[in-house]
């Protein structure tokens, strides 16, 4: 077991070379985080899925600033995303309390988001804008009703989790028509509102709970820091990077780590 300050120091580190090696994929470093945390930090189960979301927290605002200041909000569809991913997060946050506490049954659920999204940034090429922003929406678009419901889906994947969703809805959306300059804001910035909910929720139910369901305050804001700073790396190196070869080795890495959670869970 790591010492005091090296444990915060160890977290923000490992959170910097993460984050750095997942946003030229495209996905949350948060994916990769929990993983680390359980294994190498000895974050005790369920806290470490709120101290996964507190990650979130400090993490993501960057970004949505940054978005800001390209005059990016994700508009209307930022709204539509959080009002499923809200309701959902709060869902999914007792869920694992309630539900799955133990190690066991949450390494199965572990394997069951690893090893699809592993499969399908593995599998997939990036999905390229081939419209205009100003050409005529795609048949293919998910409606309005259909997109608040798989949002409060994947919401309450990532109250179990410990994600924010951004990096399961990102594609999806995109994939259905809808350009990435507009889905990109709009998926961080839910990401982030569902992660504060998440970081909330688990915070109240430590008050009626016993044994560790609270975050870890110090961890969870270490691992932002450096979330915070490897994101705004990876992101200025993305360019010169082949992007491609990114998402497979990306994608084997975290389709690896979902096969060992899932035969620790089978074992």
Request: one cysteine or more; proline letters at 8%; glycine letters at 14%.
């Amino acid at each position: 077991m790591l010492g005091p300050g090296w444990r915060e120091l160890v977290a923000l580190t490992a959170a910097y070379v993460i984050a750095v090696v997942a946003t030229p994929a495209g996905i949350s470093g948060a994916v990769l985080l929990l993983p680390f945390q359980v294994g190498i930090l000895g974050t005790p189960s369920p806290a470490v899925t709120p101290t996964n979301l507190l990650y979130n927290v400090v993490a993501t605002p960057g970004g949505v600033y940054r978005y800001w200041r390209q005059h990016q909000t994700g508009g209307r569809l930022a709204l539509v995303l959080t009002a499923g991913t809200l309701p959902g997060v709060i869902a999914g946050s007792v869920i694992r309390v309630e539900l799955l506490p133990g190690p066991a049954v949450f390494d199965l659920v572990v394997s069951a988001v690893l090893i699809p999204l592993g499969a399908w940034i593995s599998l997939t090429r990036p999905i390229r804008p081939t419209q205009p922003a100003d050409s005529p929406r795609s048949d293919r678009m998910i409606k309005v009703s259909a997109l608040v419901i798989l949002a409060a889906a994947v919401g309450c994947v990532g109250g179990i989790y410990g994600i924010g969703g951004g990096s399961i809805l990102a594609p999806v959306l995109v994939g259905s028509g809808r350009r990435p300059a507009e889905v990109a804001p709009a998926a961080l910035a839910s990401t982030f509102v569902t992660s504060v909910a998440g970081v909330i929720t688990f915070t109240i139910l430590a008050v009626h709970q016993s044994g560790h369901v609270a975050p870890d305050w110090p961890t969870g804001i270490a691992l932002g820091a450096g979330g915070l700073a490897g994101a705004y790396t990876g992101a200025r190196l993305q360019a010169r990077l082949p992007e491609l070869a990114i998402r497979r080795v990306m994608g084997v890495l975290v389709f690896a780590i979902g096969v060992r959670y899932l035969w620790a869970g089978l074992s």
